[in-house]
Structures are given as C-alpha cells and as structure tokens.
C-alpha cells in the first residue's frame, strides 16, 4: 500500500510530457526553488508524523482482551485503503489548485492511518522474537515482505498497460484501476497478521504506564539508538528518490516504455533474494556495521551512474540492468538490519528501565522513514523545476546527485556508530 503511493504519486500528479497526460497540480515556484507541490507532499507527511509518538505511547498502553497491538491494526486497515484510493481521485482532472487541498488533506489521512497499523504491527517484533538469533532471522522475513510488497507495487504500469488493450493507449484511468487492484490485494495481506497472531498467545510484555513524553524522552536519550536511526532515515530518502523518480529515468533519460520501469524495480528486488543468506550469516559473523557501511558506499555509486544514464556509451536496458545489480546487495543490507537493531534497543531499554515501550521505538523509527520519504519525494518534486522533460532533464539528474549527497553523509554517520 505504502508502494502503490509512493511509485505512482508525484508521476499522475505531474506526469511527463511524454507521457500523453495532463498536469493535475501547478508546478510553480513558491520561494527559489521551493514549489507549492513540493510543500504540499510535504506538509501531509508532517502532520502524519506528529502523530506517530501518541499512536504509538496509545499502543504501548492500551489493555484489551484482544491484546495491545492488534487492536489497533484492524482498526487501520480500510480507512488507509479508502484514503490511498481517494489520492488518485482529485476533484478535478486538470491542473487546479482544489487539487492541491484534496492531496493535502486525504494524504493526511492516509500516512495517519498507516501509521495507526505500521507501528503496533513492528513493535510485536520484540514480543515475537526473544533471543537474538530470531530477531535476526524475523527481521529477515520482514524485509522478505516489503520486498514482495514492493515489487507487487511496482506492477500498476504493466497492469495499467494490460487493462488499456481495450482502449488502445494507457490513460489515468487505467492507472487508477490498477491501483484500485493493488489496493484490494494490499487489505487481504494486511489483514493476515491480524487474523493469525494470537497475541495473548504469543506476547509477554503488559502495557506500559509512563506518559508519552517521558517514554519519548526514553527512547531519545540513547544515543546511539538516535544515531542510527538519523542513518537509517537517509536509506529511506534514498528509496524514495528512486521511487518516484523510476518511471522519469526509463521514460525521459533512457527513453523506454513505463513498464520497463517495473521491470526494472522488479528486477532488483529478485536480485537482492540472493543475498539475504549471505547478509544474515556475515551479520552473525562479522557484525551489522560493516554491511552497513558497504551498502551505503555500493548505493552512493548507483546514484553516480543514475546521473549519467542516457548519455553512456551503452543500450538503455544494459544501464537499466547494470543499475537492478548495483543497487541489490544493499538493498538487501538495508532492508533487514534495521528491524533487528531496532528490536535489540527496545529489548535494551526494557530491562534496563521496567518499561515496555518497543511502540515508541518503532515509532521514532516509523517517523524518521517518513521525514526521509519525505524529504527524497519533496527533493525530488523541487528538482523537477530544473527539468522532467526530454532534452530538458537536469531536474531528473540533479535528483540522482541528491541521493549520493545522503548516502555519503549515511556513510559518514555510520563510522561513529558503535555496535
């Protein structure tokens, strides 16, 4: 669900012009180079983010015969659905600032309400997972999920493409129903967890007592916790570039169809499978930090050969395919690591202070993904100022030389990080 948004978002709002649709927000600057769009994708995550300490303080305390967590999990699933259907269905289909209050307020909604699901659904980890050994391996399988979810995300443009046999040429409308499909699939996965995890059954931990600005002041004060977790949001502006900006790198940069792009996400994330044995066994051996470290360095070239695509002496899928092999080893480093981490400091500051506050935890976490998929979708929206366009693209590459910026500036972080 989260995919389906973050893929299709800012390319149905402002498409190419390439592309056969219309712009459905103005794109014009609001102070330099800061655009109204920019602003707005950025304003709705905020306020979702303010959110995420009180969903998580009411998670870590709540008491119902149903447990702690999965309460509010159900409670999450259909109103995140209606809201991630609702973004692609502004009142207006031409550009119209009315549009720019609809994407304000119903993304509002739904970053609220995936919130209210993601965050109890990640602090069960700890409960689920005692001993080292299996937060390792759960964190493993967690990243295993978002990696399907991802490359099912990644599909709406073949989907798209398939449902516009009938009329001929793919239009937003059949970008909208391949996003209503996705959405059906992502309510059926979401509520799984839901229907199978007894918590009574499985969980130990009881609810917490202290106030949500004391459990905040908690999980803040580990410094290596907060270090971390400032490295780990970078990973999430990194994803979030590529996200949005995919579809721009196959369309205006290389010149390929839509789909190519799907492939390609897909593509990468099957990549990444083959290193996840590895990654966990050098985990246990060598340590997180040095996987760390080399992803960072691994991404950071990516994103180079990202700024010169289309203008390399090479066919346009041969720099597709050599960027899907760059980009998987650390995708697959930092898509499981940080879930074990994080479960190992909650774990920490449970025995140390009596207190059962993994919600809040993953909900520093849960934030700091959100300001890093924030800034990358907002850097990546301002940028298109400097061009989105064929033989207009500097926006686009200036895109790829942010996400370097973040991963060397990660990289850096992670040398004072004292596992």
Not at 83 to 105: A, G, Q, R, V
Not at 149 to 166: F, M
Not at 313 to 330: D, E, G, H, R
Not at 361 to 373: H, I, L, N, S
Request: glycine share 6%; hydrophobic share 55%; charged share 15%.
């Amino acid at each position: 669900m989260i995919n389906t948004v973050s893929v299709m978002l800012i390319f149905l709002y402002l498409p190419p012009s390439n592309s056969g649709m219309q712009h459905l927000v103005p794109n014009t600057a609001l102070i330099g180079i800061l655009t109204v769009f920019s602003v707005v994708l950025a304003s709705g995550r905020i306020i979702d983010a303010i959110t995420d300490p009180i969903i998580a303080w009411i998670s870590d305390r709540l008491q119902t015969r149903w447990g702690r967590r999965i309460p509010l999990m159900l409670l999450a699933v259909i109103p995140a659905a209606i809201c991630s259907i609702l973004l692609f269905y502004p009142p207006e289909l031409m550009e119209s600032t009315d549009n720019l209050k609809w994407l304000f307020f119903v993304q509002s909604g739904f970053y609220i309400f995936l919130t209210a699901y993601i965050v109890p659904y990640n602090a069960l980890l700890p409960d689920l997972a005692p001993s080292k050994e299996q937060k390792l391996n759960i964190s493993m399988y967690l990243s295993l999920s978002y990696v399907f979810g991802l490359i099912i995300a990644s599909q709406i443009p073949i989907v798209a493409n398939r449902l516009s046999e009938y009329s001929g040429m793919v239009s937003r409308n059949d970008y909208r129903l391949a996003l209503l499909i996705m959405n059906i699939v992502a309510v059926f996965l979401m509520l799984l967890p839901i229907i199978v995890v007894n918590e009574n059954k499985y969980c130990r931990s009881g609810p917490s007592r202290i106030n949500p600005w004391k459990s905040l002041k908690t999980v803040l004060s580990d410094r290596l916790f907060c270090l971390f977790i400032i490295a780990d949001a970078s990973f999430f502006v990194t994803i979030a570039i590529i996200s949005s900006g995919i579809l721009y790198y196959v369309r205006v940069l290389l010149d390929l169809p839509e789909i190519t792009g799907s492939l390609f996400l897909g593509g990468m994330i099957l990549l990444s499978l083959f290193f996840y044995p590895a990654v966990v066994r050098i985990a246990r051996v060598k340590g997180k930090k040095i996987l760390l470290l080399i992803s960072f360095a691994v991404f950071s070239i990516a994103f180079v050969w990202i700024s010169f695509m289309g203008k390399l002496p090479f066919s346009s899928i041969f720099q597709l395919a050599l960027l899907a092999v760059c980009a998987a080893f650390p995708a697959a480093v930092l898509g499981i690591l940080p879930y074990a981490i994080i479960a190992e400091a909650a774990e920490r500051s449970s025995l140390k202070t009596g207190e059962n506050i993994e919600g809040m935890f993953f909900a520093v976490r849960t934030f700091a993904d959100k300001f890093g998929q924030t800034l990358g979708i907002t850097g990546f929206a301002i940028l298109m100022v400097f061009g989105k366009d064929p033989g207009n693209d500097m926006g686009i590459r200036l895109s790829a030389w942010l996400g370097f910026s973040v991963c060397f500036i990660a990289f850096v972080l992670f040398l004072f990080w004292d596992e």
